[in-house]
């Protein structure tokens, strides 16, 4: 009896299609090998399709910073009102580096926050993939999410500083001005540039896990190169014209002195930075993410 069971089993198994056909299947709707990359179109039709879930995780990553601290989420204001004024102790009085700056405290408010954000997402990019391992074997989605959704969390993350700044302009005696509605242009071509640096990078520390260990070097480095303490165009004089433009528009650089422009009364708008900076932005941003998809096939391996 356990032989006929068996048997009517075995026969109420359909046959499995034959390979052309069940190619045609998967091609039809919109299934394909787990080995093989997508075209960078369907990519990015997939990284949109799962916007809910990217928000989800984000926002979720963005509070959970500083949950398991007494104070919360007051935190998010606390720590960059305290870097804003140890730096000013360091820089401002003991060093007495402002050199002619009208508002100094102003100045180094918005190169600390600004900053603080591009070493984040920086430093936390890098590891988007290698940080997550388990989930990247685990589960079948456009492995880009990871670097976005770190860039998200952290831009999350400062926005309390970002309003702390606006306080800061108030306090140290800036009139508001319609340029101030310029921050927010100058956050998101920011973290878009971020965004593309981020993708660089963890492709790059997937790649060789050792180049992880330079992050923290490199983010040090841009630190001084990006006039977060004092201009940029402090330390160039001297340096040949060639040398002292690429300094002053380098991305970094032109990051803090968006911000500045948009929110210092004693800083005009220049356009010609703020075109240079949409060009990094987008440049950044594009060339990023077509390197990471490129290797989208290798996260997760070995």
Request: net charge positive.
């Amino acid at each position: 009896m356990a032989d006929v069971a068996q048997a009517a089993g075995r026969a109420s198994v359909p046959p499995a299609p034959p390979v052309e056909e069940a190619r045609k299947l998967a091609d039809r709707h919109g299934l394909r090998a787990l080995s093989e990359r997508p075209p960078l179109r369907q990519y990015l039709r997939d990284l949109w399709q799962r916007r809910s879930f990217l928000w989800t995780l984000s926002s979720a990553e963005s509070r959970a910073q500083n949950e398991a601290n007494y104070l919360g989420q007051l935190w998010a204001v606390l720590n960059p009102a305290l870097l804003i004024t140890s730096y000013y102790l360091i820089f401002g009085l003991l060093l007495g580096t402002r050199g002619g700056i009208d508002n100094f405290v102003g100045f180094l408010g918005i190169g600390v926050i600004m900053f603080a954000f591009t070493s984040t997402v920086i430093t936390r990019g890098a590891k988007a993939i290698t940080g997550k391992l388990n989930l990247v074997r685990t589960l079948h989605f456009p492995r880009a999410i990871l670097p976005v959704s770190v860039t998200l969390t952290e831009l999350l993350a400062s926005v309390p500083g970002f309003a702390l700044l606006f306080v800061l302009m108030f306090a140290t005696g800036e009139r508001p001005d319609w340029e101030w509605l310029l921050f927010p242009v100058a956050v998101a071509m920011q973290g878009l540039a971020l965004l593309g640096f981020a993708f660089i990078a963890a492709r790059l520390v997937n790649a060789s896990p050792d180049i992880a260990n330079l992050i923290p070097i490199i983010v040090r480095l841009l630190r001084y190169v990006s006039g977060v303490f004092f201009p940029v165009v402090h330390y160039v004089e001297g340096f040949p014209t060639v040398v002292q433009e690429v300094l002053t528009m380098q991305p970094f650089a032109l990051m803090l002195t968006t911000g500045r422009q948009s929110l210092l009364n004693g800083e005009a708008v220049v356009l010609s930075d703020w075109l240079i900076m949409a060009a990094w932005s987008v440049g950044a941003a594009v060339v990023g993410l077509v390197l990471f998809w490129q290797a989208e096939t290798r996260y997760g391996r070995g």
